[in-house]
Each structure stands twice: as C-alpha cells, then as structure tokens.
C-alpha cells in the first residue's frame, strides 16, 4: 500500500507564495508519475501540474508561469512551488501518483486559502 502525505499549506496574501511537498511512502512500488490536482469551494477537481520519471513537466495553461512542479526522486516527494498567488487559487490541493503498474494513488488533500 501506498500513503500520501501533502504538506505546505495554509493561509497567504495575495501575491504571496508558498510550497506545498508530497511525500509518498510504502513497498514495492515504482513511481511512474507524480502530479497535483486542485478542487475549489463549488467546483470540480482540475488538474493542476504533472512530472513523470524521466523528469518532464505539463501545466494547466492557466498556471504555467506561476506554478513550477518539482521531484526529489531519492525521496519519492512531489513539490508544488505557487507563486504570485490570486484568490482564486484557494482551493484544497491533492497529490496523485501513478505507479508503472498503473495504480493511482490520492492523498487527503491540503487547503490553501489566499486572502488578505
């Protein structure tokens, strides 16, 4: 079994930045992809950033420029860098990982709230 654990969120003015990190932790599996998704008060969940092994990245286009994801492979963690942020990226942030046999993992979650 594979557990999650996000961490990094919190409360930050507009214009602000914070880095939210997503340690993925278990036994005998390989990472295969590493992303984060987002889901707003009211919304749908959307994709936010993907990173897959060989270490290449995608970005929802409304995001690219302000939001660079990140992998430590030797620590199976994930890092979402969010810069410049507007209220409207307060939203709860999950961590997904894909392992090569497709198993798809989720964590619980992390509330960022961009106010001032």
């Known amino acids: 079994q594979v557990q999650l654990v996000e961490s990094g969120g919190g409360l930050v003015q507009p214009g602000g930045s914070l880095r939210l990190s997503c340690a993925a932790s278990?036994?005998?599996?390989?990472?295969?992809?590493m992303g984060w998704y987002r889901q707003a008060p009211g919304k749908q969940r959307e994709w936010v950033a993907r990173?897959?092994?060989?270490?290449?990245?995608n970005y929802a286009d409304s995001l690219r420029g302000r939001f660079t994801i990140s992998r430590d492979n030797a620590k199976n963690t994930v890092y979402l860098q969010m810069n410049s942020l507007k209220p409207e990226d307060t939203a709860v942030y999950y961590c997904?990982?894909?392992?090569?046999?497709?198993?798809?993992?989720w964590g619980k979650g992390i509330l960022v709230t961009v106010s001032s």
């Open positions: 997904r990982v894909v392992s090569t046999y497709g198993m798809d993992y």
């Open positions: 278990g036994s005998s599996f390989v990472i295969s992809s």
């Open positions: 990173i897959i092994s060989g270490g290449r990245t």
